[in-house]
């Protein structure tokens, strides 16, 4: 499924201003994230949206563990290692983070973290 970037963008703002914090779960060990916290962090994923580019990851195929390069596109990252992609092979969001390729031949610094869903809760995860 191929999304050009501007449509890529406003999907992604549509979700940040969706989102609505979960309530606790009846079953929850020990105190709930507060409100506060997801407001935060909602406010850290505003300030870290880029305009969306193309760009390549790293990944493991699940059960294999094999490596694969990923073409993506990115839509946020806060400068800090937290980096949010969306894979249009997959039509889902991919949470990242920098780290240096081993392969200097291959060159690509981004690595997925192995937690996939929509871009908010992927951010949220970091």
């Known amino acids: 499924m191929e999304t050009p970037f501007s449509e890529l963008r ?3 703002q549509a979700e940040l201003n969706g989102y ?3 309530e606790p779960h009846p079953q929850t ?3 709930p994230l507060p409100p506060s916290w997801f407001s935060g962090r909602l406010a850290e994923m505003r300030a870290a949206l880029v305009m969306p580019h193309a760009s390549k990851i790293r990944d493991c195929v699940e059960g294999t563990g094999e490596l694969v ?3 993506v596109a990115i839509v946020a990252d806060d400068g800090q290692g937290t980096i949010v992609a969306y894979d249009p092979a997959a039509d889902t969001y991919v949470l990242a983070t920098n780290y240096p390729d081993p ?3 291959r060159g690509v610094n981004i690595v997925a973290c192995g937690i ?6 992927c951010f949220l995860s970091a």
Not at 116 to 121: I, K, L, N, S
């Open 10 to 12: 406003q999907k992604v």
């Open 116 to 121: 996939r869903g929509t871009a908010v809760d």
């Open 103 to 105: 392969d200097i031949t």
């Open 20 to 22: 609505k914090t979960p």
């Open 69 to 71: 390069i990923v073409d």
């Open 29 to 31: 060990v020990g105190l």
